[in-house]
């Protein structure tokens, strides 16, 4: 009896399926397939002791409909026996991965399915002086042109003028049919592309640069191509081991650095700050805290996880990763082997981070202090009520016709203290009273202090003529790449200097902003005082935080630290307490002076800065010996 063999076909309703589950609809998990493509063509060519420029440029046409994405890169490029295997085959392994080469691989399924999962596309290569070019339709349909086009120079300069390839490169281009599929906001966009878990290692590559492009509906160019990057947050390394050995894989060992953060990371989504990074010998696979997720002690730990077994499990066809594309298969004997090895180190060093910061909440506010704290703010709300009347009370009323606050000093930040997002672009505000303190026409200058934060627009002319009640307000942009970074930023021109401080944080949490706690008050302006000590040396060393209407010590700041330790240590010493009644009598004192100029209650005679600080040294005198009375044992003050 003979017997027919042939391999199996796909049918493209299948292919389509699967495009939809790995892509779900979603651009960025699409664009992150082929910039991880053209980071694999690049390695390729590395391996063959070549330099190439690495350039990789992600670029959007946004429309009302059937937007474009493009990944362009200057790497190996397509000729049509290589585009057939790639672009219209399905399953086949095209990466290159069996064959031993330093690249992610997954059987060349991410071409098609970006292409696939949003719509249809084309492939468009130049390959030793011929373009070669394909079509992906949205019925999974494969076309492509019989005969390659040969280049002359004129064509060369048009392609390498329009995509910047001058020799060999890649541009695929899809077009957005699909319904449902959401496009972000550019800012978004950038975002997730520079913090994705799986483009980390590209973005923090010195033999890599990806830049983002947006273009209007005429291909015309927006902004200035913005570059991504990856910085990890600030942190500690408080674990390294190599070879770790795994349950029933003899030959397969696993290298693990854990890092503790300064801050607490997010720790949920693709591009969360937080959890470990699951390695291959090349590409990340996953992100994950494994059984410790939502645990609130493993909040800043961070760092990798690397087995190069992971691709010897690749090569033999092995299902160690997600048919969705999002992570490692953890029902897979090898994905639980390493679960487990990965559990059983992470548990005594959670355990030992759960002691330190239960230490850290007892001494933070001891029974004692939490009393001084909730005496002292019942009085300093009394006060605010007598000189802001029902202001005082927290209930500001929305006033028609009020004027832009003025900044203090006739040039300023308002406020001074910033928390953005790490990878988020985030505006401070800079105001100018003009022409008075600063002339109309001077140049402002604006910097940093640290390389890890950039400004993008950094010069400003003042202009008279944009003032309002004789104030201009500037809106300098800035982008944070490393969580915990902290900086100030200036502002210059002339004899004049503003200062702003900023920290980079993972997220700012606004859901629980106005729920009581214990320590606060029910009612009044003030609910509360604090110590903070997630400010660090650069901070204030005191401010109000109006989200929250809470006064904050900086415990971190280095006048503070000398006498009252970051946690509260020696909160209870007497000469502790005075500083913080010096600390909240300024906060205060500050907070209602600003608040009496704002809603009208302050007389203003001459230059307004003036006014709201004499006031602020009047209500010192006032009221300082009061607060001191609160915040301050009896024992400590001077028997009359």
Known sequence: MSVVSRDLKIDKRVVKQLSDSAIKKDPVRALVELVTNSDDSYRTLESRGLSPTGNIVVAVVRKHKNSIFRVIDQAEGFDFRRMDETVGSFGTDTSGLTKGLNVRGFFGRGLKEAILGLGHGTVMSIKDGYLYQ?????????????????????????????????????????????????????????????????????????????????????????????????????????????????????????????????????????????????????????????????????????????????????????????????????????????????????????????????????????????QRFLSAIEKINQIALKELGEEGEGKIKDKEGLTVTPPPNGFDFMPEYYQIIAGNRASLTLKAVVPWVIPSGSIINIECDQNDIQIENKLFTVKEEEAKDGIVVFNPRIYGKSVGTEAIISAKVKDFKAEAYVKVVASIDKKDKHKERKGTTKEGLFKGIQYDPTLGPKGPRHYFERAT????????????????????????????????????????????????????????????????????????????????QYLVSSEARRKK
């Open 134 to 370: 394909c079509a992906l339709t949205e019925d999974a349909i494969y076309k492509r042109e019989e005969n390659p086009i040969k280049l002359d120079k004129i064509h060369k300069k048009k392609l390498a003028d329009e995509f910047g390839i001058a020799e060999n490169g890649t541009v695929i281009s899809i077009t957005v049919t699909k319904d449902g599929v959401n496009i972000p906001h550019v800012d978004n966009l950038i975002f997730q592309l520079g913090r994705y878990f799986s483009l980390r290692d590209i973005n923090a590559s010195l033999k890599r640069a990806v830049y983002f492009i947006e273009k209007d509906e005429k291909g015309r160019v927006k902004k200035n191509p913005i570059k991504l990057e990856y910085k990890p947050p600030l942190g500690q390394e408080i674990f390294n081991k190599t070879k770790l050995p795994l349950e029933n894989y003899a030959i397969a060992v696993v290298d693990l650095q854990i890092f503790k953060a300064t801050d607490p990371l997010s720790q949920d989504g693709l591009c969360r700050e937080g959890g470990l990074l699951i390695k291959g010998n090349s590409a990340i696979h996953d992100i994950t805290l494994f059984g410790f997720e939502g645990n609130p002690y493993a909040s800043k730990i961070f760092g990798s996880v690397r087995c190069k077994y992971i691709d010897e499990l690749l090569k033999k066809d092995e299902p160690v990763l997600s048919d969705r594309r999002d992570g490692l298969d953890w029902s897979h004997p090898f994905c639980k082997a390493l679960k487990n090895v990965i559990e059983n180190e992470l548990k005594p060093i959670l355990e030992e981070i759960k002691k330190e910061e239960e230490s850290q909440k007892k001494l933070i506010e001891n029974e004692k202090t939490r």
């Open 549 to 628: 209407s809470i006064i904050k010590i900086n415990t971190r700041h280095p006048s503070i630290e000398t006498y009252l330790g970051p946690n509260g240590e020696g909160q209870n010493e007497l000469h502790c307490q005075v500083l913080e009644a010096e600390l909240v009598t300024d906060s205060v004192c500050r907070e209602l002076a600003r608040r009496k100029a704002e809603t009208g209650r302050l007389s203003i005679l001459g230059e307004y800065m003036d006014a709201v600080n004499r006031e602020h040294i009047r209500l010192i005198n006032e009221y300082a010996h009061i607060i001191h």
